[in-house]
């Protein structure tokens, strides 16, 4: 089985990869990709893989914009951290999904789903009720009705505490770790990844700059032209770190700080 994984978290990749393994030796990873852009370009430089296993959130947007570029002709399984019940009625046809972080026994369930219709995606055979396009189309709006995270429970000490998301300014990352700051300038780690947090977070409050920085719309308060059509942020409140709009994504933070 020829399997090409988007994904744009390595160690999610790393485990991904060692999941696979152990519940299909016969499963062979063809490629990677951690972007649209790099999705696109391998799927019409390459035959169809027998499965893609994909992720919502990418470096440079939503996955669901691959298939407005080019004609997906492979099963898809989507990885994802929405809930199950926002997710149940796309367990049909030949889609998929996998919450994270992926459990084996999850993986191994949707690889035995792929099996038993992946007839469905050969050429010349009768197509299946949904499309993968179609689906998709329903994910998204789905996805735009979801009820997005409210608040974090975080430890302070020997004590949890709950924070609104209204008082935090931005998430970031640190060696292994991620972390938020709020506007009283409080820092506390967070046990999600970025992607889980983009998914969690109100797309219209929150944008991720680059792997390693997600931004509130009122935590910017500087924006400074920077080398490779990138752009600096100056954050409130201040951090020693860069944060560093990625060239691939100054577009779409213009447009969405200034909606």
């Given at each position: 089985?020829?399997?090409?994984?988007?994904?744009?978290?390595?160690?999610?990749?790393?485990?991904?990869?060692?999941?696979?393994?152990?519940?299909?030796?016969?499963?062979?990873?063809?490629?990677?990709?951690?972007?649209?852009?790099?999705?696109?370009?391998?799927?019409?430089?390459?035959?169809?893989?027998?499965?893609?296993?994909?992720?919502?959130?990418?470096?440079?947007?939503?996955?669901?914009?691959?298939?407005?570029?080019?004609?997906?002709?492979?099963?898809?399984?989507?990885?994802?951290?929405?809930?199950?019940?926002?997710?149940?009625?796309?367990?049909?046809?030949s889609i998929d999904y996998l919450l994270k972080p992926v459990q084996k026994e999850d993986l191994e369930q949707a690889l035995e789903k792929f099996r038993q219709?992946?007839?469905?995606?050969?050429?010349?055979?009768?197509?299946?009720?949904?499309?993968?396009?179609?689906?998709?189309?329903?994910?998204?709006?789905?996805?735009?009705?979801?009820?997005?995270?409210?608040?974090?429970?975080?430890?302070?000490?020997?004590?949890?505490?709950?924070?609104?998301?209204?008082?935090?300014?931005?998430?970031?990352s640190d060696g292994r770790l991620n972390f938020f700051k709020t506007y009283d300038n409080r820092k506390f780690v967070v046990d999600y990844t970025m992607d889980?947090?983009?998914?969690?977070?109100?797309?219209?409050?929150?944008?991720?700059?680059?792997?390693?920085?997600?931004?509130?719309?009122?935590?910017?308060?500087?924006?400074?032209?920077?080398?490779?059509?990138?752009?600096?942020?100056?954050?409130?409140?201040?951090?020693?770190?860069?944060?560093?709009?990625?060239?691939?994504?100054?577009?779409?933070?213009?447009?969405?700080?200034?909606?």
């Open positions: 089985m020829n399997i090409l994984i988007v994904e744009d978290e390595e160690l999610a990749i790393k485990k991904l990869k060692k999941t696979l393994s152990a519940v299909d030796e016969n499963a062979v990873v063809v490629g990677e990709s951690d972007s649209i852009k790099g999705t696109v370009s391998w799927l019409e430089k390459n035959p169809a893989p027998d499965l893609i296993l994909m992720d919502i959130e990418l470096a440079d947007g939503q996955s669901f914009e691959i298939f407005n570029h080019t004609k997906v002709k492979s099963p898809v399984i989507f990885i994802t951290s929405y809930d199950e019940y926002a997710l149940k009625a796309f367990k049909v046809n219709v992946k007839n469905l995606y050969q050429a010349d055979t009768v197509a299946p009720k949904l499309s993968v396009e179609e689906i998709v189309k329903e994910l998204q709006q789905k996805l735009q009705t979801k009820e997005y995270r409210k608040r974090f429970l975080v430890k302070l000490g020997q004590k949890l505490v709950s924070i609104e998301v209204e008082e935090i300014a931005y998430f970031f889980e947090l983009c998914e969690m977070l109100r797309p219209d409050s929150f944008f991720r700059i680059s792997r390693s920085f997600l931004v509130s719309v009122n935590s910017v308060s500087q924006i400074h032209d920077y080398f490779g059509n990138r752009l600096l942020l100056e954050l409130k409140p201040e951090i020693d770190k860069e944060a560093v709009v990625s060239r691939e994504k100054v577009s779409e933070f213009k447009t969405w700080l200034g909606k």
